[in-house]
């Protein structure tokens, strides 16, 4: 009888781990939580037990704790109440650069069960960047013929805040040859565009200077500026051609550094200094002007620093060719950078059990993440470990994995395991 009844003890042992089991793979609730960027390491975020309708008693008899795919614990769980707290100041703009909203995925560890949560924790944008131009000293080169309503482009400031504080509009300073329209790109990217409201006369006046000023849309609102000069020059009546309006090109994300990438040209049907053409880059990023360079003469352009197709994928370079008289025509250059599998696999552990009891049954040992860098097939990823010993990887909420003993274990048989995860 005594056999009889602990076998039936046995058995319900294993059907509740079953069902356990099963818990802790059911569909996870979600949490979502906002705070403004630059706060304090130890601010207040939210309470994660109120939140999710959790007892705080079951956040400590569980074992709950933060985690995140990066591993990097920017949040920390005060477990005796319930409240999630910052680590560390996050900042908004080093998190999501221009993406909007900026939002934060983690997962809340729940052992005894196993069962994990998702935290979403968005970051909110203060006004805390001014507009900056690229370059604060700008020339144009505008013919005395030009005509009343002509539109000149100046290069556009960056702001690094996002919605209501980015950049929104241009001004200059008060004088009776031009104002400032502004232009707005399909990338909602904001331009200022020079007009000529009285026509120019190289006898008269050869040279004007003025302040251009980028505003943002804070409160109050930021500013940064930058001079313009224009030089008034004798009559040019041909602009430069490129050859193609568009130039596309494909290239390994590890191509050699000074590798010449494509060739742009454009030619002038004027003569002499007005028919000289340079080349330049036009509305550039930084990202472009630090790894791209462009011949001035030739309109070769080369790779000076080393791209990784995970950060950027693409770049749209707009080609400017100048002639001596201040005309310029454009053309696109669209690079396209092409994966490379240059990234292995890492491994995150968020939890791990080294001494096991023998004879217990199927028991979770450890809790890991993997991620890879790269993208398509290169991205993708199989785990397992030698077939020999008594474990198995089970795959868990999106990349997380936990390691199980599939048996019992005998400390008599064998008393330790090294076990290699590939």
């Known amino acids: 009888m005594e056999n009889g009844r602990a076998d039936t003890v046995q058995i319900r042992q294993v059907l509740l781990l079953f069902v356990l089991l099963g818990m802790s793979q059911a569909g996870s609730e979600s949490g979502h939580f906002s705070v403004a960027e630059e706060m304090q390491s130890g601010s ?19 074992g709950a704790q933060v985690v995140s795919n990066d591993n990097k614990r920017r949040l920390q769980l005060d477990i005796n109440n319930g409240d999630l707290l910052l680590s560390e100041s996050l900042d908004r703009e080093e998190l999501c650069g221009s993406t909007e909203p900026c939002v934060l995925h983690f997962q809340v560890l729940m052992k005894n069960p196993l069962q994990f949560l998702r935290i979403e924790l968005q970051v909110r944008d203060i006004n805390d ?8 000293e700008m020339l144009l080169e505008i013919p005395e013929n030009s005509p009343v309503g002509a539109v000149f482009l100046l290069e556009s400031a960056k702001d690094l805040d996002v919605g209501i504080n980015a950049l929104k509009n241009y001004t200059i300073s008060p004088n009776s040859y031009f104002h400032i329209k502004m232009r707005v790109n399909p990338d909602n990217r904001k331009y200022p565009e020079l007009v000529l409201d009285k026509a120019l006369d190289y006898e008269e006046q050869s040279e004007l200077s003025f302040i251009l000023t980028a505003l943002d849309g804070g409160s109050p609102a930021r500013s940064g500026t930058a001079s313009v000069r224009v030089v008034v020059v004798d009559v040019n009546d041909n602009s430069p051609e490129f050859e193609q309006p568009f130039y596309e090109v494909k290239i390994p994300e590890n191509s050699i550094l000074g590798l010449i990438i494509v060739t742009v040209s454009a030619w002038d049907l004027d003569s002499g200094k007005n028919g000289e053409v340079s080349y330049s880059f036009s509305h550039a990023s930084e990202d472009i002007r630090k790894t791209f360079e462009i011949n001035q003469k030739s309109g070769e352009i080369s790779l000076t620093a080393s791209m990784d197709f995970e950060t950027i994928e693409s770049y749209s370079i707009i080609i400017q060719a100048t002639d001596g008289g201040g005309l310029f025509g454009k053309s696109t250059v669209r690079i396209q950078v092409m994966d490379v599998n240059d990234n292995a696999p890492e491994i995150a552990v968020s939890s791990i059990t080294s001494l096991i009891p023998e004879n217990l ?3 979770v040992v450890m809790v890991f993440s993997i991620r890879d860098r790269d993208s398509g097939d290169n991205g993708r990823m199989i785990c397992s470990i030698p077939e020999n010993l008594p474990f198995i990887v089970k795959s868990s909420v999106e990349n997380y994995y936990t390691l199980e003993t599939e048996r019992m274990l005998d400390r008599e048989s064998q008393a330790e395991y090294n076990i290699t995860i590939t």
């Open 44 to 62: 207040f975020v939210g309470n994660l037990a109120k939140d999710l309708g959790l007892e705080v008693g079951e956040l400590v008899s569980r």
């Open 129 to 136: 960047h001014s507009p900056v131009f690229l370059e604060k």
């Open 361 to 363: 049954p199927e028991t």
